[in-house]
Protein backbone atom coordinates (compact mmCIF):
# COMPACT_ATOMS: atom_id res chain seq x y z
CA UNK A 1 0.00 0.00 0.00
CA UNK A 2 1.18 4.15 -0.53
CA UNK A 3 -0.07 6.06 1.76
CA UNK A 4 -0.58 9.85 0.68
CA UNK A 5 -0.04 12.33 3.40
CA UNK A 6 -1.15 16.04 3.91
CA UNK A 7 0.08 19.13 5.69
CA UNK A 8 -2.80 17.83 8.18
CA UNK A 9 -1.73 15.27 9.22
CA UNK A 10 2.02 16.47 9.67
CA UNK A 11 1.09 19.77 11.21
CA UNK A 12 -0.83 18.03 14.23
CA UNK A 13 2.44 16.02 14.78
CA UNK A 14 4.40 19.05 14.25
CA UNK A 15 2.47 21.60 16.81
CA UNK A 16 0.48 18.98 18.91
CA UNK A 17 3.01 16.44 19.29
CA UNK A 18 0.26 13.54 17.77
CA UNK A 19 1.27 10.46 16.86
CA UNK A 20 -1.13 9.36 14.27
CA UNK A 21 1.33 10.08 11.63
CA UNK A 22 3.25 6.87 13.08
CA UNK A 23 0.05 4.59 11.33
CA UNK A 24 0.93 6.19 8.20
CA UNK A 25 4.62 5.32 8.05
CA UNK A 26 3.50 1.97 9.57
CA UNK A 27 0.71 1.28 6.52
CA UNK A 28 3.23 1.57 3.32
CA UNK A 29 5.10 3.89 0.90
CA UNK A 30 4.56 7.61 2.09
CA UNK A 31 4.53 10.23 -0.87
CA UNK A 32 2.86 13.72 -0.52
CA UNK A 33 3.57 16.52 -2.75
CA UNK A 34 6.43 18.91 -2.29
CA UNK A 35 3.34 21.56 -1.41
CA UNK A 36 3.57 19.70 2.11
CA UNK A 37 6.75 21.15 3.12
CA UNK A 38 6.20 24.48 1.99
CA UNK A 39 2.63 24.48 3.88
CA UNK A 40 4.59 22.98 7.15
CA UNK A 41 7.13 25.57 7.31
CA UNK A 42 4.62 28.42 6.45
CA UNK A 43 2.67 26.98 9.64
CA UNK A 44 5.78 27.33 11.77
CA UNK A 45 7.30 30.42 10.84
CA UNK A 46 3.80 32.06 11.56
CA UNK A 47 3.40 30.09 14.61
CA UNK A 48 6.72 31.85 15.68
CA UNK A 49 5.82 35.04 14.46
CA UNK A 50 2.27 34.99 16.16
CA UNK A 51 3.86 34.08 19.53
CA UNK A 52 2.50 30.44 19.60
CA UNK A 53 5.72 28.72 19.21
CA UNK A 54 9.18 30.52 21.39
CA UNK A 55 12.28 29.44 20.16
CA UNK A 56 12.32 26.47 21.91
CA UNK A 57 9.34 25.34 20.30
CA UNK A 58 10.44 26.55 16.99
CA UNK A 59 13.70 24.31 16.78
CA UNK A 60 11.77 21.56 18.03
CA UNK A 61 9.10 21.63 15.33
CA UNK A 62 11.47 22.11 12.53
CA UNK A 63 13.19 19.08 13.92
CA UNK A 64 9.68 16.74 13.62
CA UNK A 65 9.24 18.21 10.40
CA UNK A 66 12.79 17.38 9.17
CA UNK A 67 12.23 13.76 10.71
CA UNK A 68 9.16 13.67 8.49
CA UNK A 69 10.31 14.58 5.80
CA UNK A 70 12.91 11.90 5.76
CA UNK A 71 10.24 9.31 5.65
CA UNK A 72 8.36 10.98 3.15
CA UNK A 73 8.92 10.92 -0.84
CA UNK A 74 8.03 14.35 -2.34
CA UNK A 75 6.64 14.55 -5.80
CA UNK A 76 7.40 17.53 -7.37
CA UNK A 77 4.22 19.61 -8.70
CA UNK A 78 4.59 19.17 -12.56
CA UNK A 79 3.28 20.40 -15.09
CA UNK A 80 0.30 17.53 -15.64
CA UNK A 81 -0.21 17.62 -11.61
CA UNK A 82 -1.07 21.41 -11.75
CA UNK A 83 -3.29 21.48 -14.99
CA UNK A 84 -5.39 18.56 -13.35
CA UNK A 85 -5.67 20.27 -10.01
CA UNK A 86 -7.16 23.14 -12.87
CA UNK A 87 -10.11 20.62 -13.52
CA UNK A 88 -12.96 19.51 -12.13
CA UNK A 89 -13.65 17.86 -8.74
CA UNK A 90 -16.63 15.76 -7.90
CA UNK A 91 -16.54 18.04 -4.75
CA UNK A 92 -15.59 21.09 -3.52
CA UNK A 93 -12.23 21.60 -2.48
CA UNK A 94 -9.50 24.24 -1.99
CA UNK A 95 -6.86 25.07 -4.00
CA UNK A 96 -4.30 23.61 -1.90
CA UNK A 97 -6.28 20.61 -1.72
CA UNK A 98 -7.48 20.26 -5.09
CA UNK A 99 -3.04 20.07 -5.72
CA UNK A 100 -2.87 17.66 -3.32
CA UNK A 101 -5.26 15.32 -4.56
CA UNK A 102 -4.22 16.07 -8.14
CA UNK A 103 -0.69 14.87 -6.87
CA UNK A 104 -2.11 11.67 -5.61
CA UNK A 105 -3.78 11.06 -8.93
CA UNK A 106 -0.97 11.30 -10.68
CA UNK A 107 0.94 9.10 -8.61
CA UNK A 108 -1.66 6.27 -8.44
CA UNK A 109 -1.86 6.23 -12.39
CA UNK A 110 1.60 4.84 -11.77
CA UNK A 111 0.48 2.18 -9.10
CA UNK A 112 0.09 -1.41 -10.76
CA UNK A 113 -2.48 -2.75 -8.63
CA UNK A 114 -1.22 -1.32 -5.07
CA UNK A 115 -3.75 0.77 -3.19
CA UNK A 116 -3.47 4.42 -2.53
CA UNK A 117 -4.77 5.95 0.84
CA UNK A 118 -5.18 9.01 1.83
CA UNK A 119 -4.01 10.06 5.24
CA UNK A 120 -5.42 13.45 6.07
CA UNK A 121 -7.68 15.54 8.78
CA UNK A 122 -9.29 17.95 6.53
CA UNK A 123 -12.69 16.50 5.67
CA UNK A 124 -13.69 18.30 2.68
CA UNK A 125 -10.26 16.89 1.34
CA UNK A 126 -11.31 13.24 2.38
CA UNK A 127 -14.80 13.49 0.87
CA UNK A 128 -13.06 14.63 -2.09
CA UNK A 129 -11.03 12.19 -2.35
CA UNK A 130 -13.50 8.40 -1.71
CA UNK A 131 -15.28 10.76 -4.75
CA UNK A 132 -12.69 9.57 -6.72
CA UNK A 133 -12.05 6.59 -5.46
CA UNK A 134 -9.47 6.79 -2.87
CA UNK A 135 -9.81 5.20 0.91
CA UNK A 136 -9.56 8.41 3.49
CA UNK A 137 -7.66 6.85 6.54
CA UNK A 138 -9.64 9.42 8.77
CA UNK A 139 -13.19 9.90 7.69
CA UNK A 140 -14.93 12.23 10.76
Do not use: W
Not at 22 to 44: K, M, Y
Not at 62 to 88: F, N, Q, T, Y
Amino acid sequence: MVVYIDSSLVLRHIIQGEQAIAQAFESGRAISSELLEIECRRVIFRYRTEGILDDQGLVAAMRRLEDVLDGLDLVELSGAIKKRAMEPFPTSIKTLDALHLATAIKMAEHLNDESLVIFSYDKTMNLCAEALGFKAAFKD
